[in-house]
């Protein structure tokens, strides 16, 4: 018989397997992404109960085989209730979690990994927040990753020489972050951005989710960067 472990770990999927089974993905503080067959999870009187719903955290306790990991027993630490009473918080976790689940392969991330999602879910189980910040808090969660992940844009400086940013610059992903125009190539590559604007998108990197409500960054600037970062996370983590 396989050997007992256990984990903490956040609910990010869950796909039903025959009558009553489960197929659970989590992200864990200890082995990063892993799934676990929950056999009985979805009966009437199931052991697990609300421990496996999506996005909670729980610990968990598993026989860790090779294949698929078998679940022995879940119990529920955190279920984030204010979170999931609000649709814009709950859709922005969903979003996350995806991200994740795309970005991340079986055993793939770390505690660091782990520690930023149980954060963003902290954070989204408050005060309902205006649109503006949700979308901040969003793009600093992508940010975060990249950088938990070992793959942070550069921000601060020239991503190709290191010389300081005063000059106008683009945003380039395959180059890994910011680049000046002495390291331009012809014609430009990359999304033209300000250099104030690398600096705020630098300081969301940065700054812990409750504070970056101090960050003045344009609506538009946030909403062109997602989509930036997404690509950036994307291409740099790619499955060789
Ligand atoms: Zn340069």
Redesign the pocket.
């Known amino acids: 018989m396989a050997e007992l472990a256990k984990a903490t770990a956040l609910i990010l999927k869950t796909i039903k397997l025959k009558e009553s089974d489960l197929i659970v993905t989590a992200l864990t503080r200890e082995a990063g992404r892993l799934s676990f067959l929950a056999k009985g999870a979805r009966g009437g009187r199931s052991r697990f109960s609300a421990a496996l719903g999506l996005l909670s955290l729980s610990e968990l306790v598993y026989y860790d085989r090779r294949q698929l990991k078998l679940l022995s027993q879940a119990d529920l630490l955190q279920s984030y209730p204010k979170l999931k009473r609000n649709y814009e918080h709950l859709q922005l976790a969903f979003r996350a979690a995806r991200l994740l689940l795309k970005l991340l392969p079986e055993g793939g991330g770390d505690r660091a990994s782990f520690e930023l999602c149980a954060e963003l879910l902290a954070y989204l189980d408050g005060q309902p927040l205006p649109a503006g910040s949700l979308a901040r808090g969003e793009l600093a969660f992508k940010l975060k990753l990249a950088r938990v992940l070992g793959v942070a844009p550069r921000l601060d400086r ?1 991503a ?2 290191g ?1 300081p940013l005063n000059r106008p610059i683009h945003f380039s992903v395959a180059r890994g972050g910011v ?2 125009p ?2 331009q190539g012809r014609p430009p590559q990359g999304t033209p951005l300000a250099p104030g604007e690398a600096k705020g998108l630098q300081m969301a990197l940065l700054l812990p989710f409750d504070k970056l409500e101090r960050l003045k960054l344009p609506a538009q600037l946030v909403a062109q960067a997602q989509t930036m970062i997404e690509r950036f996370l994307a291409y740099h983590l790619r499955p060789l």
């Open positions: 020239c190709g020489c010389a680049i000046g002495e390291c």
